[in-house]
């Protein structure tokens, strides 16, 4: 290995007040982390999942599970249990431009028992994972675990350390696992730095009002130069708004009633139930990225989901990527794990690229197809045609559709659980 990492620093404030140790330390219970904890754990790999929260409620995060993950979900025998859990179904993405309705995305036409997208609260759906997940003794979930600082010795990371209650805590792990997401905080202290592209603009989450006997709307609509998407949630209409890329400060600053007269020029019928929205702390500003790691490993570490990979929210596969690669992570880890259990040893670093090597290529491919779909939004915010005639024949040729859907839907290809 050519690479090594710095000493772990000392804490100013001294050594951790306790050391536990465990076979893998996964930091992050986002989507990725928390899946590949509950893989792991099943497969009878001890296992540590850090979380810096102590809930899993954040506001707007991702909360649609394409066919890829109700798949997975199916194969542990947990779709049945997941469907139970509020929730609303996607089928189609329908889209209005301002050149006539178009229907980019389909699901309908794979072949799965799932053949929707899941609108489910995404704390809900963590929650649900980490029930199941302690199922098995050797699972550990430690919330208000806020990850930061790597424990490397020999230029191998070791496990990490968090300040919580009482001091430093210390957990030491034959591999250490970053879920940690787009900020990844273990990214930045293992010196891993992620290549991107600029993506042309940023996004606002807001909800509106939903009203008994609203009829079903098309998911986005393009109009008057900005991009608005609806996601029909148990009792409110999820919103997603495009602006330009780092305006943010320019549209606050011409105040919430400007702001609002704009997106009812764009949905007129929405334009009562705009004024729901009073102040700005109604909305959650989402800063578009879409990068990814040339390295997603380090000796003892490997890095997954959107801490190896931000995606853009274009056709909201982030989550279904992150998952992916959790199935991917623990298909290649879980059996050299539990020997390392038994037996004592570092896990190799060729085992960890193993994980790179699967996921990168479709991790690449899904990022170009999400470029595509963020170009007639690129295009009507400049001024210009959204979906030219061109553009919208080829979207419409029925073997374009079947691609978009297999490879938005369920990932370049099928990820099946071998642990
Ligand atoms: C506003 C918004 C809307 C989105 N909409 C969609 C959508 O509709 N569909 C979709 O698929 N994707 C969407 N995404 C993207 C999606 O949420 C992510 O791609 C997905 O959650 C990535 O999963 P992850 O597990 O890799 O990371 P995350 O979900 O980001 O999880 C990371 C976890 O690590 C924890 N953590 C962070 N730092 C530390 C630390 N130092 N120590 C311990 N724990 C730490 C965090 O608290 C968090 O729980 C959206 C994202 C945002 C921000």
Redesign the pocket.
């Given at each position: 290995m050519t690479d090594t990492l710095a000493p772990v620093r000392q804490a100013a404030d001294g050594e951790p007040v306790d050391v536990a140790r465990t076979t893998a330390a996964v930091?992050?219970?986002?989507?990725?982390?928390m899946v590949l904890a509950l893989l792991l754990a099943r497969a009878g790999v001890e296992v540590t999942l850090?979380?810096?929260?102590g809930d899993f409620d954040r506001q707007?995060?991702?909360?649609?599970l394409h066919p890829s993950v109700l798949e997975i979900m199916d194969q542990l025998g947990l779709a049945d249990r997941l469907h139970r859990l509020p929730h609303t179904r996607v089928p189609s993405i329908p889209i209005d431009t301002p050149e006539g309705p178009l229907v980019p995305v389909d699901l309908r036409v794979l072949r799965t028992p799932f053949p929707y997208i899941m609108l489910v609260h995404q704390a809900r759906f963590l929650e649900f994972l980490a029930e199941e997940a302690a199922r098995y003794p050797t699972f550990r979930l430690v919330r208000s675990?806020?990850?930061?600082r790597l424990v490397v010795e020999g230029g191998v990371v070791r496990g990490a350390r968090?300040r919580g209650p009482g001091g430093w805590h210390e957990v030491r792990a034959a591999v250490t696992i970053a879920?940690?997401?787009?900020n990844s905080?273990v990214r930045a202290l293992a010196g891993l730095e992620p290549v991107g592209r600029e993506v042309p603009m940023d996004t606002l989450?807001f909800r509106l009002p939903r009203r008994p006997g609203d009829p079903p709307r098309s998911w986005g609509r393009l109009a008057g130069g900005r991009f608005l998407g609806f996601l029909q949630r148990e009792d409110h209409w999820q919103v997603t708004a495009s602006i330009v890329k780092g305006s943010y400060p320019h549209v606050r600053a011409e105040g919430l009633a400007a702001f609002r007269s704009r997106l009812a020029a764009t949905v007129p019928e929405f334009a009562d139930r705009l004024l729901a929205l009073e102040d700005w702390s109604e909305l959650?500003l989402?800063s578009v990225r879409a990068d990814r790691l040339p390295r997603w490993h380090r000796p003892g570490l490997l890095l997954i989901?959107?801490?190896a990979h931000a995606?853009s929210?274009a056709a909201?596969?982030?989550?279904?990527v992150?998952i992916q690669d959790a199935v991917v992570a623990a298909n290649v880890l879980a059996a050299p794990l539990r020997a390392r259990q038994r037996r004592g040893g570092e896990v190799p670093e060729s085992l960890l690229a193993a994980v790179q090597r699967r996921r990168e290529v479709p991790v690449r491919i899904i990022q170009a197809v999400q470029r595509l779909a963020e170009r007639p939004i690129a295009a009507a915010m400049a001024g210009r045609p959204a979906v030219p005639p061109l553009a919208r024949r080829v979207v419409r040729a029925p073997g374009v559709r079947g691609v978009l859907a297999r490879f938005l839907g369920l990932g370049v290809w099928r990820v099946p659980v071998r642990t």
């Open positions: 930091v992050g219970g986002g989507p990725a982390g850090l979380e810096a929260h707007f995060r991702g909360d649609s675990a806020n990850v930061r968090w879920a940690d997401g787009r905080k989450w959650s989402l989901g959107d801490a995606m929210p909201g596969v982030g989550i279904n992150a």
